[in-house]
């Protein structure tokens, strides 16, 4: 059974830092994509950033890049979101989902269950 | 920045039919996902590749696709499918993953 468990959320001020953590257990990490989607409280999903198996490519939403990054170890069968100089709008439950990056469209097939992230002074 | 535009709410009685609408200007040449949220649980995927059920999922749920809209509709709907439903796609290039704003459906 796949299962992705996220940890690491909490409150932390505007222009702090916080790393989020996702153990993977149940399928072969090493041989999948990986993204975080977040939620914002009472909104929709929005798409993050993703890592290819071997961490050689990775990508972000605009609205994260120079201050997120993404990297996973497949020893460990983690990946991680390093989020620096957070602002209020960040605030949101953070998942984990094995992304299947594949033609004819990448999707998203498994999601842990999130770690909440706020950010407030 | 593309959108993906679906109805705020849905409501049906048990047994009923409900379809949950998704319009995007790609949806032409672009395939479309749809996930169940239930209140303060993971996103599930229910339908893929427009119309594809992964396994574990009721048949009742099943998807369709014309045009600009995609359709996820749910036959005979019980009152465990009360949910939040999204539906996902990419923009015309491929290169930006969008997701709907979200469908509350309501069973009773």
């Known amino acids: 059974e796949v299962q992705l468990v996220e940890s690491g959320g909490g409150l932390v001020q505007p222009g702090g830092s916080l790393r989020l953590s996702c153990a993977a257990s149940?399928?072969?990490?090493?041989?999948?994509?990986m993204s975080w989607v977040r939620q914002a409280p009472g909104k929709g999903l929005e798409w993050v950033a993703n890592i290819k198996q071997d961490g050689s490519e990775k990508y972000y939403v605009d609205s994260v890049k120079g201050r997120f990054t993404i990297s996973r170890d497949n020893a460990e069968n983690s990946l991680y979101l390093q989020m620096n100089s957070l602002r209020a709008e960040d605030t949101a439950v953070y998942y984990c989902?094995?992304?299947?990056?594949?033609?004819?469209?990448?999707?998203?097939?498994?999601w842990g269950q999130g770690t909440l992230v706020t950010v407030s002074s | 920045s593309y959108e993906l535009t679906q109805p705020p709410s849905v409501s049906v009685s048990p047994g009923q039919t409900a379809r949950i609408t998704c319009s995007g200007d790609?949806?032409?040449?672009?395939?479309a996902y749809w996930y169940q949220q239930k209140s303060g649980q993971a996103p599930v995927l229910v339908i893929y590749e427009d119309s594809r059920r992964p396994s574990g999922i009721p048949e009742r749920f099943s998807g369709s696709s014309s045009g600009t809209m995609a359709t996820l509709t749910i036959s005979g709907a019980q009152v465990e499918d009360e949910a939040d439903y999204f539906c996902?796609?990419?923009?015309?290039?491929?290169?930006?993953?969008?997701f709907g704003g979200g469908t509350k459906l309501t069973v009773l």
């Open positions: 996902y796609s990419t923009d015309s290039s491929g290169s930006h993953r969008v």
């Open positions: 149940g399928f072969t990490f090493s041989t999948h994509w």
């Open positions: 790609a949806l032409p040449k672009k395939l």
């Open positions: 989902a094995r992304d299947i990056h594949q033609l004819p469209l990448p999707y998203f097939d498994y």
